[in-house]
């Protein structure tokens, strides 16, 4: 083991850091942190959230990482490598197949709202053109949900655009492009914030989101924290560890796992900070907003400043969004690779095809089928729940499990040469007790707040 991976490695540590930050940072920090904190009652889920990043999601980022660069292979071959190597039974694979799983769901309706961000750019576009822009923020939203071939078309493009990344294998062009674009979001995000302290309400906002009621926290809260932990730094369907069999040796994972986690943690709150004060001044409350939560609240913000911002906006989050999306048709398109003939690029081609068409239930889910509502929910945020808040903290609890009991400590030091003894040790209990307890307790209560238990 420890060879180079047949897919190709990451040229530096750099190059590493960008391509694991790209896939954190997407939709999950400025779309679905906001939303989900508006829903969850603010203060309180943000803490479970940040409780979950730091005690579960950090060390099983650095073993996702870990278990990739020992096997250098797509999630379910290197486990495969890895349990025979520790005596393991190769049902531990399994992990990889349910990781697959979530990566198809997932990206089915990431492919969908990224559509959305898409046709935003587009609309402030051709507002610079004379056209009509967005006058009734809430209008043009419910509008675009109710047309399903608006929806399909962009649903389309944003797909192609995250298959040709995946078929030409992650392109030095990417990593350089991703170098300037992330930075100019966080430009972006700055501005909004300077926008957002002009509405006089960022101290209520600061208070929604940091304190917490704590009578708030239940089941259906713990979940969605701990579902949104794992969602936004890609964690539990093996994404981190597709991009760990990449990673050169000589790298220190524990470093860059923290680097990832405090930059994707970063631009969810900074994120949070700038929208909340809009959201507020605009929609009158913070709570609410639901799955549209930024698209009926910044368009008005962006009325006052201009369209170009809107433009600059919408066009970074879709960006954030396709380096984002890559990390979910990876995995799978590696493993396809890896057992069959097929080339790359059609293995792409043919998992993003079967993923796009998954991607039209949740399409559908807000028009022709809106009135499908399994668990009072929408067929789309029935997916999301599966994938996001059971799968994803399912993958999670089993990779602690399988790191922790499983794994030979000689393996796991091999891959960690630089921490101390201290610190491997309180990784190996992290990874033994305190995540699989964790993250089993927030499932089973998250399950039976759903279920009505
Ligand atoms: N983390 C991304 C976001 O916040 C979404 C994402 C990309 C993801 N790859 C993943 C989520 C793998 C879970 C698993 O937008």
Not at 50 to 76: D, H, K, N, T, W
Not at 142 to 166: K, N, P, R, S
Not at 271 to 298: C, H, K, M, Q, R
């Amino acid at each position: 083991m420890d060879k180079a991976s047949i897919h190709g490695m990451w040229s530096s540590r750099l190059a590493f850091i960008l391509a694991a930050t790209g896939s954190a940072v997407g939709l999950g920090n400025i779309w679905r942190f906001p939303y989900l904190a508006s829903d969850n009652g603010g203060g309180a889920f943000v803490l479970v959230y940040l409780a979950c990043i730091l005690f579960v999601g950090v060390p099983i980022l650095v073993a996702e990482i870990l278990l990739g660069r020992r096997g250098r292979m797509s999630p379910v071959n290197s486990i495969i490598r890895i349990a025979a190597d520790s005596g393991a039974s190769r049902a531990w694979s399994s992990i990889g197949w349910i990781g697959m799983l979530a990566g198809v769901l997932i990206l089915s309706f990431y492919s969908v709202v990224a559509g959305w961000t898409l046709y935003y750019a587009w609309l402030y576009f051709a507002q610079l053109f004379g056209g009509a822009g967005i006058a009734d923020a809430g209008a043009t939203f419910g509008a675009l949900l109710g047309d399903a071939g608006e929806l399909t078309f962009w649903h389309a493009i944003f797909m192609v655009l995250t298959v040709g990344v995946v078929a030409l294998g992650v392109e030095k062009g990417l990593e350089r492009a991703v170098k300037f674009l992330m930075p100019a979001l966080l430009l972006m995000l700055l501005a909004l914030l300077g926008y957002s302290f002009t509405t006089g309400h960022v101290g209520e906002a600061a208070a929604f989101l940091f304190v917490p009621d704590f009578s708030k926290i239940d089941g259906g809260v713990m979940m969605a924290a701990m579902g949104q932990a794992f969602f936004s730094l890609s964690l539990g369907m093996c994404a981190m560890m597709t991009y760990g069999a990449y990673l050169p040796k000589d790298v220190s994972i524990p470093r860059v796992g923290v680097t990832v986690a405090l930059a994707d943690t970063g631009v969810a709150l900074l994120a949070g900070l700038a929208i909340f004060p809009i959201v507020i001044e605009f929609l009158g409350a913070p709570t609410g907003g639901g799955p549209g939560l930024i698209f009926t609240s910044l368009p008005s913000a962006f009325n006052q400043m201009g369209a170009i911002f809107g433009l600059l906006f919408f066009a970074l989050l879709s960006i954030a969004a396709w380096t984002s999306s890559i990390s979910l048709l990876e995995p799978a398109t590696a493993f396809i690779v890896e057992r069959t003939s097929i080339t790359r690029k059609v293995a792409a081609c043919g998992m993003a095809l079967l993923t796009w068409i998954v991607g039209l239930v949740s399409v559908l889910s807000f028009n022709h089928w809106s009135h499908i509502r399994p668990f009072g929910l929408s067929l789309m945020d029935n997916i999301e729940l599966l994938a996001n808040d059971f799968l994803l903290p399912l993958g999670g609890l089993l990779i602690a499990v399988f790191v922790g009991w499983f794994v030979s400590r000689k393996a796991l030091r091999d891959q960690l040469p630089d921490v101390s003894d201290g610190v491997f040790t309180a990784w190996t209990v992290v990874m033994r007790f305190v995540a699989p307890i964790l993250v089993g307790v927030g499932l089973v209560r998250g399950v039976m707040a759903k279920f009505g238990m």
